[in-house]
């Protein structure tokens, strides 16, 4: 089992680039979340989805969308990527929503200059 | 905003020490997790504990939460080198949309 995979796991983006970081989970879950994470700033959500089909807006949603290819797979596109953009992103899941600890990928490393 | 916040920010302790840290939050919870996340890593889920329940241990790991303090504390017994990590709180509320909202974290140093 690889649990949450996520590619790449650096990248480099000039202002206005536009990218989308990939990922993907081998444990039959149905809910799948992307957050970010700022230093000193600890993990902010930025986009979920709930169950296979569904996706709502987390609490820093604006400059990203998402999209839920399937059950295992969970995208996040940066459209016109700003510097503010520079950061860690990390892809998690679980088993439901509502009341299961979450698995996290290795993260991707992004630089926005 | 955060919900939960952990206090210290930081904390420095001799191998084989004890290491504990607290987590104070707002509003009512349905259950508070605790992760930890070594250096250039992901987080992982270490403990979850519902707010019916008021002290849950993992191995070296004891978590307690007080609902009418809106806190709760981890605790590290007999800590080792490998416990060097940054530990999450993270609070799972109704009021919130039972999404889970993670504390800004405490990093901890265990000194061999």
């Known amino acids: 089992n690889a649990g949450v995979t996520q590619t790449p796991k650096f990248q480099v983006l000039k202002t206005g680039q536009s990218m989308t970081l990939q990922c993907a989970q081998d444990?039959?879950?149905?809910?799948m979340y992307w957050y970010r994470q700022d230093p000193g700033m600890g993990l902010r959500l930025i986009y979920y989805?709930?169950?296979?089909?569904?996706?709502d807006k987390g609490e820093v949603p604006n400059g990203y969308n998402v999209s839920r290819l399937n059950k295992r797979e969970f995208s996040l596109r940066l459209e016109s990527a700003a510097p503010s953009q520079t950061s860690v992103y990390f892809c998690?899941?679980?088993?439901?929503?509502?009341?299961?600890?979450?698995?996290f990928g290795p993260g991707t490393r992004l630089t926005v200059t | 905003s955060q919900q939960g916040e952990e206090d210290p920010q930081a904390l420095s302790i001799q191998e084989g020490e004890n290491a504990t840290m607290n987590c104070s939050y707002k509003?009512?919870?349905?259950?508070l997790q605790w992760y930890r996340q070594n250096s250039g890593r992901g987080l992982v889920h270490l403990i979850l504990?519902?707010?019916?329940?008021r002290e849950k241990h993992s191995g070296r790991l004891r978590v307690t939460l007080d609902t009418s303090k809106k806190s709760s504390s981890l605790l590290i017994t007999a800590s080792r080198a490998a416990d060097t990590a940054s530990y999450f709180c993270?609070?799972?509320?109704?009021?919130?949309?039972?999404?889970?909202?993670f504390g800004g974290g405490t990093r901890v140093l265990v000194k061999p």
């Open positions: 998690a899941s679980s088993m439901a929503f509502v009341g299961y600890e979450q698995y």
């Open positions: 444990m039959n879950h149905n809910s």
């Open positions: 989805s709930a169950s296979e089909g569904t996706t």
């Open positions: 509003t009512s919870i349905n259950n």
């Open positions: 504990i519902r707010s019916n329940e």
């Open positions: 993270a609070t799972d509320a109704t009021a919130a949309g039972n999404k889970l909202t």
